[in-house]
């Protein structure tokens, strides 16, 4: 089954300790990106990476690394979490030709808490 | 700046009334355009797409959305709603221009009620 797997679906941290929230593809897209979803402002690009070993920042990167090594794989990470990055992380991959154009597909979602 | 508008946070509606779900975007340039659907503790989905041709496009579960380039809009609608259309709705826009990027409106929370 073609999906985009997160994990995570839940994490509790506290404020400094660092966490990875790693997310996988099976359907061999280029394209990856990490989004937060917080109450009144939709979806907001953290990163992107267009292909291995090529990633960008997208609008609200602070705080945020990531790294492409493997195609299938594009972990999130978080160095030093702090509250303000209590938010639902979404995950998603597309083809990169015509793949914004066609569609997006979408992880679970990991929701973290962090106190 | 480009924006994805979605003005209403919230839309409460009762079972077989149609609905009508806003959006509008900042720029007239070659745009496409997108509805995905979120329901309860998933991710999204592509409702449905604008990409160019017929400016009123369909889904497989009765919505459809239009198209009007002179009011920079793309309202998602449905003649008649279930329970099961209960969901977050968001608007997301692809502008052709160098930057091809894909921004996300805020989205609408459909209540669709009994």
């Known amino acids: 089954e073609a999906q985009v797997t997160q994990n995570p679906r839940y994490l509790i941290t506290v404020t400094g300790k660092k966490l990875t929230v790693t997310c996988s593809q099976n359907?061999?897209?280029?394209?990856m990106s990490w989004y937060r979803q917080d109450p009144g402002l939709g979806l907001r690009q953290i990163y992107y990476?267009?292909?291995?070993?090529?990633?960008d920042k997208g609008d609200v990167p602070e705080g945020y690394k990531v790294s492409r090594k493997e195609k299938r794989n594009f972990p999130l990470i978080l160095e030093s979490p702090s509250p303000n990055q209590t938010s639902l992380y979404f995950c998603?991959?597309?083809?990169?030709?015509?793949?914004?154009?066609?569609?997006?597909?979408f992880g679970s979602g990991t929701q973290l808490s962090v106190l | 700046a480009q924006s994805v508008t979605q003005l209403d946070s919230q839309v409460p509606v009762f079972e077989e009334a149609p609905v009508e779900l806003r959006c509008n975007y900042s720029?007239?340039?070659?745009?496409?355009l997108f509805w995905y659907v979120q329901y309860p503790n998933q991710g999204l989905q592509l409702l449905l797409k604008?990409?160019?041709?017929?400016?009123l496009v369909e889904s497989i579960n009765g919505f459809e959305a239009e198209f009007n380039k002179s009011q920079t809009s793309f309202h998602l609608r449905k003649p008649s709603v279930h329970i099961s259309d209960t969901a977050e709705y968001f608007c997301?826009?692809?502008?052709?221009?160098?930057?091809?990027?894909?921004?996300f409106g805020s989205g609408t929370r459909l209540l669709v009620r009994p």
């Open positions: 997301a826009v692809i502008w052709m221009d160098s930057s091809y990027k894909l921004i």
């Open positions: 998603a991959s597309s083809l990169l030709f015509r793949g914004l154009s066609e569609k997006l597909f």
């Open positions: 990476s267009m292909n291995v070993e090529v990633t």
């Open positions: 359907m061999n897209h280029e394209y």
């Open positions: 604008y990409l160019s041709g017929s400016t």
């Open positions: 720029s007239s340039v070659s745009v496409y």
